[in-house]
């Protein structure tokens, strides 16, 4: 069953956002501590947040027998997207920026993440098919999805899909990065109109 999320997934959102992202949301998080008593309760109130792309709003859940097994974040790129402050950006994201831009308009899986032991039971590719209802819905013509080249499964499934590598970027390793990934591999796949 995928359903929207609610306010209530947040915590789950947190866990499966930072294993899709191989510690990157984490060491963002970090960067964001004010106070807080947790890097989790940082990442787990961006994610109650009504806005933004990080937001229960743009995620969907995938449950198995009544357990959270995958969750998909994704939301439409904007058609013109403005790259004139990157230098601000911290140089881990400024691929990811620019691989964003290679796809504008788009309906973008920002995250798509399955709990280990729900994985190579279809549920990846029901978020997939999922994320496609969704662009339609909104008049996307196109998909896109940037994972790291190293992740060979998500790759077989993605190509699986209908979707094609169209560009690629180095990646820039962050302060606890904990994969040794080569490239950032962008992914567009066309909607049937």
Same mark, same amino acid.
């Given at each position: 069953?995928?359903?929207?999320?609610?306010?209530?997934?947040?915590?789950?959102?947190?866990?499966?956002?930072?294993?899709?992202?191989?510690?990157?949301?984490?060491?963002?998080?970090?960067?964001?501590?004010?106070?807080?008593?947790?890097?989790?309760?940082?990442?787990?109130?961006?994610?109650?947040?009504?806005?933004?792309?990080?937001?229960?709003?743009?995620?969907?859940?995938?449950?198995?027998?009544?357990? #959270?097994?995958?969750?998909?974040?994704?939301?439409?790129?904007?058609?013109?997207?403005?790259?004139?402050?990157?230098?601000?950006?911290?140089?881990?994201?400024?691929?990811?920026?620019?691989?964003?831009?290679? @796809?504008?308009?788009?309906?973008? !899986?920002?995250?798509?993440?399955? *709990?280990?032991?729900?994985?190579?039971?279809?549920?990846?590719? @029901?978020?997939?098919? *999922?994320?496609?209802? #969704?662009?339609?819905?909104?008049?996307?013509? #196109?998909?896109?999805?940037?994972?790291?080249?190293?992740? *060979?499964?998500?790759?077989?499934?993605?190509?699986?899909?209908?979707?094609?590598?169209?560009?690629?970027?180095?990646?820039? @390793?962050?302060?606890?990065?904990? #994969?040794?990934? @080569?490239?950032?591999?962008?992914? !567009?796949?066309?909607?049937?109109?």
């Amino acid at each position: 069953m995928i359903r929207a999320a609610t306010k209530q997934d947040a915590s789950e959102l947190v866990c499966l956002i930072d294993c899709a992202g191989y510690g990157m949301p984490l060491d963002v998080w970090n960067s964001m501590l004010d106070g807080e008593a947790s890097v989790l309760e940082v990442g787990r109130k961006r994610a109650m947040r009504e806005e933004g792309g990080f937001s229960y709003r743009n995620a969907w859940i995938a449950e198995r027998d009544g357990a #959270t097994a995958g969750v998909l974040v994704g939301y439409r790129l904007d058609e013109d997207i403005d790259l004139s402050g990157i230098d601000q950006v911290p140089a881990a994201f400024r691929p990811l920026m620019e691989l964003e831009a290679e @796809a504008p308009g788009s309906w973008y !899986v920002n995250v798509l993440a399955v *709990h280990a032991e729900y994985r190579g039971k279809g549920i990846g590719g @029901a978020l997939l098919d *999922h994320a496609d209802r #969704t662009a339609d819905d909104v008049g996307a013509g #196109t998909m896109s999805i940037i994972f790291e080249s190293e992740n *060979h499964a998500a790759r077989r499934l993605y190509a699986s899909k209908g979707y094609s590598v169209t560009a690629q970027r180095p990646r820039v @390793a962050f302060e606890k990065d904990r #994969t040794g990934s @080569a490239e950032w591999l962008l992914m !567009v796949k066309e909607l049937k109109v």
